[in-house]
């Protein structure tokens, strides 16, 4: 984890900061899926600025440069993909469609068997989130200690771009 701490210290960018922490997270849990986010200071919205390609509108928001899920009225993002981002809450499920806050599968999107979220978050609240899916055996709470100690490392990443320390690319 040293090492990771240090290469994050040292990016000069938010992108930087996700392409590192979606291949760490990847390697680490042996997760096929990945999804890194930041939470966009202005509105709310999460945003995930590195991702695996899961539907064919990933392709577009590639170009885009994000996949912006905004944030509803609510204050609440809903289902499962909201829920560490919601409650604050890291967790696993190895039955996601089972999961309390589940509430089906986007049309297009790719199935998943196991599912794991960690919200990126420092004393002052939640910066961002790390999701990881679909390795071969089933998350377990190891998993989840490493992903939440990446996570941990990430948060310093943007609570330097919150403050302008940084840019986003």
Known sequence: MNDLNERLKSVSSVKEASDIVFDEIKMRTGSRYCYVAYVDPENGDSVGI???HLTDYCSYYEEL???RFRLPKSGRYGGLLGYSLDTGESFFTNNPAGHPAAHGIPEGHIKVSRFLSVAVKDDEGILGQIVAADPPENYNEGHLRVAEEIAEAYAG???RFYRGEIPLR
């Open 65 to 67: 440069g994000e996949a």
């Open 50 to 52: 590195r991702f695996s």
């Open 157 to 159: 990443v943007l609570r």
